[in-house]
Structure formats: structure tokens, C-alpha cells
């Protein structure tokens, strides 16, 4: 059998992030290359593929996307698509034989994650999360920081993610394409945040909707969450996520010190500072970085380090963050499966 140097990755999808970010990323990568797009817009897809050399034969709709399995050019399916569509593509692309990455946040509800799981699981295929931060060196600053320690136990977190959305992606404020609002697009990223800075999973959240300033965008999904994670040794993070104004803010709060990223969640541009000092750190491409840490795990056998289970774990931690912010009540999280995780 033929060893391959480079695997190639079909986008299924061709909106903002995937020809943004994720074309250009493909062209800086060392193990993987694009070799397929997925989309129903015939025009955008001729368009990509002459900018990217693709083959003629590289081109699916959703219709006859389960055709994929017959590309052996194509070894992972990138799913960049509204989040209702995730479990679907997810499902098919590992009945297909594809190996997966899946965007943020891994389906609509726990139920469909673990729907993906077991089709994966079923097709012995291997998956990542598209988590890019777990890639960029100013996060796994803030992970070394605060799981070692080094400014003391972390006692406090604050992690504010929000963007003024305006009126440009519909399919966000819509509850049957999205599932949820703010939470289940930058608020992940806190989520994500306080487990990495802290290493150890929450015992508890409470949480409370923003008042809703525009009741005219926000009519099915949240325009703003404000909640708290409690830890077991007391530690809590302060969370925030909105549509409707922008932050970038990542702190924690050691005994000894304190370290933060402003900003912390983009995909450049991000400035590290500690109670001792400025972050040296070196940009990098975070795209690139845990596209080809995939492939390179593909080929080696080895682990990735954003696992279905982490995607599986943040979105229980999201339903758990609702259903606090509806009940009024402090939700208890019962998180020890997702113990042995990577990042721990
Ligand atoms: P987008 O609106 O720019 O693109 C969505 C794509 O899906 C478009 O090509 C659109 O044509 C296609 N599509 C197919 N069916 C659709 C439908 N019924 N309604 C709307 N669009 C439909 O969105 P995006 O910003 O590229 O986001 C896509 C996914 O990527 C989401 O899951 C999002 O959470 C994720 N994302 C991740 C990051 C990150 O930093 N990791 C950043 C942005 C987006």
C-alpha cells in the first residue's frame, strides 16, 4: 500500500471561516493539503477550485456528498457548516470512511453528539475537534501557567467572549440552524478556557440571561449569558458571552499573581501580560498548526489532543450553563467520565 506524505482534506462547507481562514491555513500546512469542497453553490466552488488546483473530480454537493467515499484523494472531511448540520455531515462523512474534523460546537445538543460518537466509533474512523486554541502558543501559556501553578492555585478566572454579530449571519440567531445563541459559539471558548487554564474539570455553574437590548435580532436564541463555574477546591470563573458588544478578555488569578490574554480568543493579534511581565511569544497559524497536528496523527497513530470527548464534554457543560440561567438554580455537573482528557 501506498504511504501517503499528505492527506487530503475535503471543506464541506465554503462560508466565512472555511475560505478565510481555513484555505489559506491549508496552503501553510506540512502533512495535509486541500483536495475537496463540499458546497451547493456551483459558482463558488469553480471558483475556489481553479484558485486551489483541485482536480475536476473534487467537487460534492450535499445532495451527492456520500459520493466522497469513492475519492481516495480525500482522507478527512472538514465540517464547516451551520451547526444543525453538523451531526448529519459528521454521520455521513464516517459512513463514508472519512476521517473527521468538526467545528465548534460539535452538534446542537448532547443527544447528537453522541449520535456522531457512535457513528464514528462504528466506522473506526479518527476525529478532532476544530478547537484551534489548544494550538496557539498564548493559550497553552495561560494551560502551562495556571496547571503548574506558577502565580500560585488559580482562585478566580475571567473570560469575557463576545461579538457584535449585526445582521451578517442569519443562520447564527436562528434557533433550528444554531441551536443557541453566543453560548454555543464564542462561549465555548470560555468554557474551553477556564478547564485549560485550571486543569480540572467544574463541579458546578450558575447563570443568568443578559437583559435583551434588541428584541428585534434576538427573538429565538440568547443575546447575551452571564454565568459562573465553580470548582471543587473553590476556584470559580466569571463568564460572559454576548452578541451584541465585543470582548476578548482572558485572566486568571493565582495566589501569587495574575496572568491574562486581551485578546485571547482570536485568530492573531494576541497579547499575553503577567503580574511579572509580557507574554515573548511567537504568532503562529493556529489553523494550520491543528490541521496538520491531525493528519500527523493520523499517520503516526497518535492522539489527538481535541477529542470527540472534549467536544462531547463542552456541550454538556453548555446545556448544563442553560438550564442553570432557566431555572434560576446552580446546576450541579457530573463531568468524571471526561477526567483522563488531554489537557489534564
Ligand atoms: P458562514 O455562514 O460564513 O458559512 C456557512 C456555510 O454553510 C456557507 O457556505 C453556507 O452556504 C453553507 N450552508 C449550507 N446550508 C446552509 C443553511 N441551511 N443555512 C446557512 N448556511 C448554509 O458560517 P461560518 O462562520 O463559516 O461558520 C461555519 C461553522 O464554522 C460554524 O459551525 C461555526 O461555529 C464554525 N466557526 C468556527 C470558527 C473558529 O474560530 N473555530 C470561526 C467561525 C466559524
Known amino acids: 500500500m501506498e504511504t501517503k506524505t499528505k492527506l487530503g482534506i475535503a471543506l464541506a462547507g465554503l462560508g466565512k471561516y472555511a475560505t478565510e481562514q481555513l484555505i489559506p491555513a491549508l496552503r501553510l500546512t506540512k502533512h495535509c493539503q486541500l483536495a475537496g469542497l463540499v458546497s451547493s453553490d456551483d459558482e463558488k466552488k469553480q471558483k475556489w477550485k481553479q484558485e486551489c488546483g483541485l482536480k475536476e473530480d473534487s467537487l460534492y454537493g450535499y445532495d451527492d456528498f456520500d459520493r466522497i467515499a469513492d475519492n481516495p484523494d480525500i482522507d478527512i472531511v472538514y465540517i464547516v457548516l451551520p451547526n444543525a448540520m453538523h451531526a448529519e455531515y459528521c454521520i455521513r462523512a464516517a459512513r463514508a470512511g472519512k476521517h473527521i474534523i468538526c467545528e465548534k460546537p460539535l452538534a446542537m445538543n448532547v443527544e447528537e453528539c453522541y449520535r456522531i460518537r457512535e457513528a464514528v466509533s462504528e466506522a473506526q474512523v479518527r476525529f478532532s ?75 458546578a455553574v450558575e447563570a443568568r440571561f443578559a437583559p435583551v437590548t434588541n428584541p428585534g435580532l434576538f427573538k429565538e436564541v440568547e443575546e447575551g449569558l452571564i454565568w459562573t463555574m465553580f470548582f471543587e477546591d473553590g476556584a470559580t470563573a466569571q463568564c460572559e458571552t454576548s452578541y451584541s458588544k465585543n470582548q476578548n478578555l482572558m485572566r486568571a488569578e493565582g495566589t501569587e499573581g495574575w496572568f491574562e490574554l486581551n485578546p485571547g480568543y482570536e485568530y492573531g493579534g494576541l497579547t499575553g501580560r503577567t503580574s511579572s511581565g509580557s507574554m515573548d511569544l511567537k504568532p503562529v497559524n493556529q489553523q494550520a498548526l491543528q490541521m496538520d497536528d491531525f493528519a500527523h496523527c493520523i499517520m503516526t497513530d497518535g492522539e489527538t489532543r481535541v477529542p470527540i470527548e472534549m467536544g462531547i464534554r463542552d456541550m454538556k457543560i453548555a446545556e448544563a450553563i442553560y438550564a442553570a440561567a432557566k431555572s434560576g438554580e446552580r446546576v450541579a455537573l457530573h463531568l468524571e467520565e471526561f477526567g483522563g482528557l488531554p489537557e489534564f
Open 129 to 203: 475537534m476544530g478547537y484551534r486554541l489548544h494550538f496557539d502558543p498564548f493559550n497553552r501559556e495561560m494551560m502551562r501557567l495556571g496547571q503548574d501553578e506558577v502565580f500560585g492555585p488559580v482562585r478566580k478566572m475571567e473570560l469575557l467572549d463576545s461579538m457584535d454579530i449585526g445582521t451578517e449571519s442569519p443562520w447564527r440567531i436562528d434557533r433550528e440552524r444554531a441551536g443557541g445563541g453566543p453560548l454555543l459559539n464564542n462561549g465555548i471558548y470560555c468554557i474551553q478556557a477556564a478547564l485549560y487554564i485550571k486543569g480540572k474539570l467544574p463541579v
